[in-house]
């Protein structure tokens, strides 16, 4: 897919292959074009609500999370309300943002948010994956699929200070 270039429009020059392309970024890993997916779909609100169900509904269970994220898009706009009022700032374009809200949700202990927060650990920013996986390590170190995702993250990470941290961590608790 070509490189897209991000500019305010207006909601009426909104096409339903634009949708289409916004529900697909949010089919993809954490990127900056899955936040600005997010945040432009919400926006969007009624316009994009059939096209986000159709594609919530051919979702398969092995897509759990993806399909979290659409059922939460879809009761945003439905209720005009989020069951989740941190997940605009989780999920916000902006990385110092996204970051706040990740430090916050620590310091309130809302476990709901864990499972918003564990694919943020491949957030495209070092300081939101350092956020994520402070947290994780601080709270979530004894859950043993959270361990295991953090013991994998060690070779992925590409931040040799995030890196070592996790080293550090997993040689400290054996």
């Known amino acids: 897919m070509e490189e897209q270039k991000w500019d305010y429009v207006e909601i009426s020059q909104i096409d339903d292959k634009i ?7 949010l089919k993809l890993d954490m990127s ?10 919400l926006k969007l609100g009624k ?10 509904k051919e979702m398969d269970e092995y ?6 994220i659409f059922k939460l898009l879809l009761k945003s706009i439905r209720e005009k309300k989020h069951e989740y009022p941190m997940i605009v700032q989780l999920y916000n374009p902006d990385f110092l943002i996204r970051a706040k809200a990740v ?3 620590g310091k309130k202990g ?4 864990l499972n918003f927060l564990i694919p943020m650990i491949l957030d495209p920013d070092d300081s ?3 956020a994520v996986i402070n947290l994780l390590v601080d709270k979530y ?3 043993a699929i959270i361990r295991k995702m953090l013991k994998n993250q060690i070779t992925k990470e590409s931040n040799p200070v995030i890196r070592k941290k996790l080293e550090k961590t997993f040689q400290e608790s054996q």
């Open 63 to 68: 897509h759990q999370f993806k399909k979290e």
């Open 103 to 105: 430090m916050e949700i």
């Open 110 to 113: 809302d476990d709901k948010y």
């Open 19 to 25: 949708i289409k392309i916004l529900i697909n970024n």
């Open 32 to 41: 900056e074009n899955f936040y600005l997916s997010f945040e432009s779909l």
């Open 128 to 130: 939101v994956r350092w």
């Open 141 to 143: 170190l004894d859950n």
């Open 47 to 56: 316009k994009a609500e059939t096209q986000i169900d159709v594609a919530f």
